[in-house]
């Protein structure tokens, strides 16, 4: 049996208010280390050079994250203030949450951080990340801890030939290497004015032929093939499990009660 140690641990940062007077230096002040797919709770310490918490309770602090490569700052934060003038567990500590979304659109890489003072003024004075009046930290962000969001592949064109009903869309890859046999595929299927049939199809087949997709029943279905009788315009959500090399998509406009029907199904989100 395998025993696991992890560890829940809250990230601390020390920021001083006031510059180094040849005391108590600080030799070394570690990294931020952030993580997507999850959020990350951040607690500052402001402190003066004699390394004493001081009283913020009445200060606002604002987080910059910055790329280094273009200088912009790419997540801003006000910080919540948990010093409240009595308890001396808090005394000079401020926090904040970079939260998953915030990280989405960032590379995996290193940044530099800085907080700094808002006055009532509007104006802005430094803080330091060290007692030898350097304003800019260190963050890195790694990626390979914890699962991500993962876009919808979309699907929105649809052949007209090949497939057991009129349109058929191209093979779709279904990712099998990264699935297990209870995979969840989820589809978002677009109607148009719709009204008519709708089928999903999978294959095993590496280079498939028409020959060799099979009709998969979604969850919650009776059958492979889902009926829309009357025209319809929104958005429907369908569930389906297993392991396929690929999937596509088929629907039929002139089916059902509504043969003359003109409406389509406009687009297919595809997530595995």
């Avoid at 273009?70 to 000079?92: F, M, P, W």
């Avoid at 590496?206 to 009776?222: K, M, N, Q, R, V």
């Amino acid at each position: 049996m395998q025993t696991i140690s992890r560890y829940l641990l809250s990230q601390l940062v020390i920021a001083y208010i006031n510059g180094y007077h040849g005391r108590n230096s600080n030799v070394y002040d570690r990294r931020i280390t952030l993580h997507r797919g999850v959020d990350n709770p951040l607690t500052f310490t402001f402190k003066n050079e004699d390394q004493k918490n001081q009283d913020i309770t009445s200060k606002t602090f604002e987080l910059n994250i910055i790329d280094t490569e273009n200088q912009q700052s790419v997540i801003t934060k006000t910080l919540d203030i948990l010093d409240d003038g009595s308890t001396v567990s808090t005394k000079g500590d401020a926090s904040t949450t970079i939260t998953e979304g915030d990280l989405l659109t960032l590379d995996a890489k290193f940044y530099n951080f800085a907080v700094r003072e808002v006055l009532s003024s509007g104006a802005r004075n430094v803080t330091y990340a060290g007692t030898g009046y350097a304003a800019a930290g260190t963050v890195e962000l790694l990626d390979d801890a914890y699962p991500q969001f993962v876009a919808s592949t979309e699907v929105n064109s649809f052949t007209g030939t090949g497939g057991p009903l009129q349109f058929t869309s191209s093979a779709i890859d279904s990712k099998p290497g990264i699935n297990n046999n209870k995979a969840l595929h989820t589809i978002a299927v677009y109607l148009k004015n719709f009204a008519g049939s709708f089928k999903v199809q999978g294959t095993m087949a590496s280079s498939p032929s028409d020959a060799d997709f099979f009709d998969i029943t979604l969850d919650g279905e009776s059958e492979s093939t889902v009926d829309f009788p009357l025209p319809e315009t929104k958005v429907v959500d369908f569930n389906f499990t297993g392991v396929y090399h690929s999937v596509r998509f088929c629907w039929d406009n002139g089916s059902g009660m509504d043969p003359d029907n003109t409406g389509k199904i406009d687009k297919i989100l595809y997530r595995q």
